[in-house]
């Protein structure tokens, strides 16, 4: 069979989802693939690129992947770019010089940022946000810096100031518009953002159009307004937007748009029928499609065509729905009411910091477009009216009104949407194309996932798409298994209430009475969480111990490279001098890499096992205990100093953090918890992105539920204001069992709130009202884990049964050779295989 020759130029997520639909339908075989990768890294995950400031590497963000390239039979050139296209010989030439021949080729080169041409622009510590090599040039900078600038304030410029925040430089965001995210909100969605950034601590300047960046006088930078201010700072990020990548169609004489772009038609070809332009580069109907959702479909779109079908790009919505600087916004469709006789509805909660706008149609039955600031819940409701024409309730502001007691709650379940409701828009996943799915064999929510791959790219419509498989499957008559696992034929809560009620203390017990088999790695860990939940028995007690992972084993954090990291609890993160002296002196005896953790602690890298019960007792001895790091449990209470120290302090912040980190240390449950505790509104503990965040006010204290960072941080709710301690203690003993008690397993306070119905305001008739009559049981469960604390370290030094899984062979004293260090930056890392296999000719130093 004579294979079409087919090159690709560029290799981002739009070029890794046109690879992708070639394999899922079938076409791979059909063609003879070069992909051209400019970047020494295979395609990844721009749209989360501000997590790989939060902890993601550059493999968590990876897409593309070289075993499954190869698998599907792909050359795949990386550092290498298609520098010119002769369109009479139909070949290509490449900055390395190959030349190669192609029948049809596909130009997915994206796009770049847009950098003012300001005098200055090209100054040292004056960058750009776009890739990962950007990242770590903006990582270094970032080191022998103290204030930070972006340039730019829309969704990419908002994401370059997190990244700001998260290296701890002092950050100021400058825009030449009147308002932040100009294009999808309006002035009064803008106020209220702007509002919401600056309280993170985020100088906001607008309408600021700048002039010239020349030598500052106290910073590296000196920006000159043309109004005449100037603003210094040592980096510049410009987010100023993006243009299309679009010389390779200039140089070839390919049409191109009037301001750039590759110009396509409905199925993606450019003005030479054999070459095709998805993603940033193409320009359709004079519009640059700016989100990777429309790229995606441009992609099925050119191989539909490639194969010979009939589908057709025909525009995108443009609606999006992000979190910014832990920040719901949202923007659909006409948010500024441009459309002939559109009508508003504006909601404003300035107490809860909340504002919301309905664009309608003039008849008021249709939507035609929404912005939500502070708070986006209602996102995929208002998205589905839009996109679907689903007439509007009598009385459009209900969907945007706050529920209120017994008020009538106007909702859209799933039932209601038409077969084209698109659930997943990042892969273009209809309605209709989950229930073709499950009508060919898919029966669960994975098989959907996997079938479609709906909900694997942003995660945006997950819960959507649950709702959808769950319903589609109970319409079929498929009763939904929400079972644990096999072994367990009930839910988590179930067995929670089982295991509480029938007071069952061992996984034993539980599976002879109400289950079936062995176990496997789902249940046995999700039951030794439940029973520490209840009755906080030692982990390793002969009854537990087959539970635990690795991590809740050895009481550490497994590496990479089979060593452990130690925490020892700093409570609240006050330290004496004596036990900072203690932790280096543990440090340099066992030659362990140092960091200052998120949570105010320190941790020490690179204990071999053998070692960890020598650690323990040492740090034991000084008065520190365990700190839980590698448990489903309370991680850290974050504190300022508060009133003791700070002028701006307005109760004692730290002696609140730890009274309550040594109340909750130690208290298993589904996911991780953490704390923070703020001395006043200023807010320097974070601890509205905390599970349980909690701000001293000249009141009392302000309580904050189910905030959390991460990949996809959320803002903590607002749950009660004007608390004295007692109470607060009681609501968060309540909010907390509460949470053991229902949520699923490995599920984040943040998630198990927003999928409970009634959301908080049915956790604060629970906890507060007191409406499920649990109050009290759950403050005396609270107490019965509370009073059973013990340091599991300590425990386990005491037991010399324990003790013996504390080596790294059974039969010998020896230590793992494998486990080799490197020194950097004065401290030790893990060696790479590479550096192992240097050892003989000794060109790095090294240490076993």
Request: glycine share 10%; with cysteine.
């Amino acid at each position: 069979m004579n294979k079409t020759k087919l090159l690709i130029a560029g290799n981002g997520m739009v070029g890794h989802q046109f690879l992708q639909s070639l394999a899922d339908n079938d076409q791979l075989a059909h063609f003879d693939i070069t992909v051209f990768c400019e970047e020494s890294r295979l395609a990844y995950d721009r749209v989360h690129l501000s997590a790989y400031f939060s902890g993601a590497t550059a493999d968590d963000l990876a897409m593309g992947d070289a075993e499954v390239y190869r698998r599907w039979g792909l050359t795949v050139l990386t550092d290498e770019k298609v520098t010119a296209i002769d369109r009479d010989q139909q070949s290509v030439t490449t900055n390395k010089g190959q030349h190669l021949s192609y029948d049809k080729l596909v130009l997915a080169t994206g796009s770049y940022p847009f950098v003012p041409p300001v005098p200055g622009h090209d100054r040292q510590q004056c960058l750009v946000y776009r890739t990962l090599d950007d990242l770590d040039a903006i990582a270094a900078a970032a080191k022998n810096a103290t204030v930070g600038t972006v340039v730019g304030g829309g969704l990419l410029g908002l994401e370059a100031a997190k990244a700001l925040t998260d290296l701890g430089l002092k950050t100021h965001v400058v825009e030449f518009a009147p308002r932040l995210m100009a294009v999808q909100l309006d002035d009064g969605g803008g106020a209220l953002l702007r509002q919401k950034i600056e309280a993170l601590g985020v100088s906001v300047h607008t309408e600021k159009n700048t002039q010239l960046i020349d030598d500052g006088e106290h910073c590296f930078h000196k920006m000159n307004f043309a109004d005449g201010e100037v603003l210094e700072t040592d980096l510049i990020l410009f987010s100023a937007g993006i243009r299309p990548r679009d010389e390779l169609a200039r140089q070839s004489g390919l049409e191109v748009g009037e301001r750039g772009g590759i110009v396509i038609n409905n199925h993606c070809q450019t003005s030479d029928p054999a070459i095709y332009a998805i993603g940033e580069c193409a320009l359709w109907n004079k519009q640059i499609f700016g989100l990777v959702a429309p790229g995606n479909q441009m992609a099925k779109v050119a191989v539909s065509h490639l194969r010979g079908g009939n589908d057709s790009f025909t525009g995108a919505d443009m609606s999006t729905k992000l979190k910014l600087m832990g920040v719901d916004v949202a923007s659909i469709g006409d948010a500024h009411s441009r459309t002939p006789g559109a009508r508003n509805y504006t909601f404003v909660d300035e107490r809860e910091a909340v504002y919301k706008k309905l664009v309608v149609s003039d008849d008021g039955k249709q939507l035609l477009g929404a912005i939500l600031v502070g708070e986006a819940e209602n996102y995929g409701t208002l998205l589905q009216y839009m996109l679907n024409g689903i007439p509007l309730p009598e009385y459009p502001d209900t969907l945007i009104l706050p529920h209120r007691g017994d008020d009538e709650q106007t909702g859209l379940g799933v039932a209601a949407l038409p077969e084209t409701a698109q659930i997943c828009s990042c892969h273009d996943v209809s309605k209709a194309d989950v229930r073709a799915a499950l009508d060919g064999g898919c029966c669960s929510l994975a098989d959907v996932k996997g079938s479609t791959k709906a909900a694997t790219g942003c995660g945006g419509c997950a819960a959507l798409l649950t709702d959808l498989v769950n319903h589609e499957l109970e319409e079929l008559g498929v009763e939904v298994n929400r079972d644990l696992c096999e072994h367990f034929p009930y839910s988590r809560q179930d067995l929670y209430n089982i295991i509480r009620v029938e007071e069952i203390r061992s996984f034993d017990e539980l599976l002879e009475q109400q289950g079936r088999g062995h176990g496997c790695e789902i249940c046995r860990p999700a039951v030794g969480s439940m029973l520490a939940s209840c009755w906080n028995d030692y982990i390793l007690s002969e009854k537990n111990v087959s539970l635990q992972d690795t991590n809740d084993t050895f009481m550490a954090n497994m590496q990479k490279d089979g060593t452990y990291s130690v925490v020892p609890r700093v409570a609240g993160g006050e330290i004496t001098a004596d036990k900072l002296i203690v932790l280096g002196q543990v440090a340099k005896q066992y030659n362990l890499y140092s960091k200052i953790t998120g949570g105010q602690r320190v941790d020490l890298f690179g204990a071999r096992l053998e070692q960890l019960p020598e650690i323990w007792k040492i740090l034991i001895d000084a008065g520190f205990e365990t700190g839980h790091a590698y448990g489903k449990s309370l991680r850290t209470v974050k504190s300022c100093v508060g009133s003791t120290w700070c002028r701006f302090g307005v109760d004692d912040s730290a002696g609140l953090a730890i009274d309550l980190e040594n109340r909750y240390k130690g208290l298993r449950a589904p996911h991780k918890i953490k704390f923070a505790v703020s001395g006043c509104t200023r807010e320097c503990a974070e601890a509205q992105s905390k599970d349980i965040g909690i701000i001293a006010t000249e009141k009392g204290w302000n309580l904050y539920v189910c905030g959390n960072g991460g990949m996809k941080p959320r803002h903590g709710d607002l749950f009660a204001t004007d608390l004295d301690r007692d109470t607060l203690i009681r609501y968060i003993d309540r909010i907390l069992m509460f949470y053991i008690k229902t949520a699923d397993r490995l599920q984040r306070t943040s998630v198990w709130m927003e999928n409970m119905q009634g959301g908080l305001d049915y956790l604060r008739q629970v906890v507060i009202e007191d409406s499920l009559k649990l109050g009290a049981e759950l403050e005396q469960q609270m107490a019965l884990v509370v009073s059973r604390y013990q340091c599991e370290w300590k425990t386990t030094l005491e037991n010399p049964e324990a003790l013996k899984r504390f080596r790294h062979f059974v039969n010998t004293e020896a230590q793992d050779s494998n486990i080799l260090f490197v020194e950097e930056r004065q401290q030790i890392r893990p060696a790479t295989a590479d550096e192992k296999n240097l050892i003989a000719a000794e060109p790095i130093k090294l240490v076993g």
